[in-house]
Nanobody, 124 residues
Framework: VQLQAFGGGLVQAGGSLRLSCAASGRTFSTYGMSWVRQAPGKEREFVAGISWSSSGGSRNYADSVKGRFSISRDNAKNTMYLQMNSLEPEDTGVYYC????????????????WGQGTLVTVSS
């Protein structure tokens, strides 16, 4: 599967953005999906994950984004989303979507497929 993330941009602290991850292929619903970010000078970190659809679509979040970010998927559109509210400067970074089949999206470092990333910059 090929993944393309988009929707990043520059936003003020307290603002919102919605990221999208478009996937190719006809088996999107069988993939657990993850959002992972990398801040300047730091390692990649897990942001949110959503399980492949038939297992119930469970969602998981990093503690740092719980209550502010929401992950979702639309299998009919082969697209995953990340709604980001109450953004903070610490949320700045490149956001990647990634995927592996039949997973819950939390074991992100083992994901098989990665998109190119979209830059989110939150100004204070």
């Amino acid at each position: 599967v090929q993944l393309q993330a988009f929707g990043g941009g520059l936003v003020q602290a307290g603002g919102s953005l919605r990221l999208s991850c478009a996937a190719s292929g006809r088996t999107f619903s069988t993939y657990g999906m993850s959002w992972v970010r990398q801040a300047p000078g730091k390692e990649r970190e897990f942001v949110a994950g959503i399980s492949w659809s038939s297992s119930g679509g469970s969602r998981n979040y990093a503690d740092s984004v719980k209550g502010r970010f929401s992950i979702s998927r639309d299998n009919a559109k082969n697209t995953m989303y990340l709604q980001m509210n109450s953004l903070e400067p610490e949320d700045t970074g490149v956001y990647y979507c990634s995927a592996s089949r039949y997973t819950d999206g939390t074991n992100w470092s083992q994901n098989d497929y990665w998109g190119q990333g979209t830059l989110v910059t939150v100004s204070s």
